[in-house]
């Protein structure tokens, strides 16, 4: 059992100036539309439908907030007495990268992410979902380079390996830590990147990615044993994965 099983919808936002008042660190998923950002989340959380997973890419259109910790808050954000014990927020971010987007509603989108990922002070690290069968896009780069100056940890999730066979899983897994060792700042130092792989139908890294998401938000082992310890055990609450991959959009 996992603190991140006491995940509950908290706020969601279209715009920077509706961001919540919390203080808590925001732990937020990055990633191309459809490469399994809700799917993570709910799999991370236990919760069959608490971030809307779809076949239909470009299914997250706004920015979508759930507490850990806490009492129940939805939609208590504005007043700061009631968000107290929250310990951190889990963000889904809306992808990026699907064609069939509008050019106005998809200058919507990539500002408001710039925006949030480079600006955020909450922020604490970014969770980028890649699909295993094709990482590092243009528009990943883009996320990793929009946020790499603020210095801030990014993990990255190589999800869908059900998809891969064991050997090129060992590969685009040594390709991405290699990719990503080669980013440097000016004076030469490395930046705080990691990479797992993942699959949420066959069940791989959760609970690695489990761990670094607690590890990445500051709850220490310690804290989460004990928050852990006052929960129940969500019943026949398992999230569903339909497998199912609606084919690459090209950004
Ligand atoms: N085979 C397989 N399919 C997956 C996995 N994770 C997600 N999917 C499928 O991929 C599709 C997209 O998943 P979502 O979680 O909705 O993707 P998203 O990144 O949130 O997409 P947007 O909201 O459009 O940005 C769904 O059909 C999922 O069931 C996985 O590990 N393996
Ligand atoms: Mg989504």
Redesign the pocket.
């Known amino acids: 059992m996992s603190i991140l099983w006491q995940a509950r919808f908290f706020t969601t936002v279209n715009q920077l100036r509706d961001l919540p008042h919390t203080t808590v660190p925001e732990i937020a998923f990055a990633?191309?539309?459809?490469?399994?950002?809700?799917?993570?989340i709910n799999i991370l959380c236990n919760q069959k439908g608490l971030?809307f997973?779809?076949?239909t890419?470009?299914?997250?259109q706004h920015i979508n907030f759930f507490s850990i910790g806490g009492a129940h808050v939805a939609q208590h954000r504005k007043d700061p007495t009631i968000v107290d014990e929250i310990r951190c927020l889990l963000v889904?971010l809306?992808?990026y990268g699907?064609a069939e987007v509008s050019g106005s509603a998809k200058l919507h989108w990539q500002r408001l992410l710039g925006d949030y990922v480079q600006r955020r002070e909450q922020l604490a690290a970014l969770i980028l979902?890649m699909d295993a069968r094709r990482p590092f896009t243009e528009l990943d780069i883009q996320m990793l380079e929009w946020f790499a100056p603020t210095g801030k940890p990014i993990h990255c999730i190589l999800?869908?390996v059900?998809?891969l066979n064991r050997n090129e899983s060992v590969n685009v897994l040594r390709q991405a830590k290699a990719k990503l060792d080669s980013y440097v700042d000016e004076d030469g130092e490395g930046f705080p990147f990691t990479v797992q792989l993942?699959?949420?139908?066959k069940r791989i890294g959760i609970e690695e990615a489990n761990d670094k998401i607690i590890e990445l938000a500051g709850l220490t082992a310690d804290e989460a044993a004990a928050q852990t310890a006052v929960i129940e055990t969500p019943d026949d609450d398992a999230p569903d994965?339909?497998?199912?991959?609606?084919g690459s959009a090209q950004p």
Do not use: E, H
Request: proline letters at 5%.
């Open positions: 990633g191309r539309s459809n490469a399994g950002k809700s799917t993570a971030a997973a779809s076949k890419p470009g299914r997250t889904d809306p992808g699907y979902i999800t869908k059900d998809k993942f699959s949420a139908l994965v339909d497998g199912g991959d609606a």
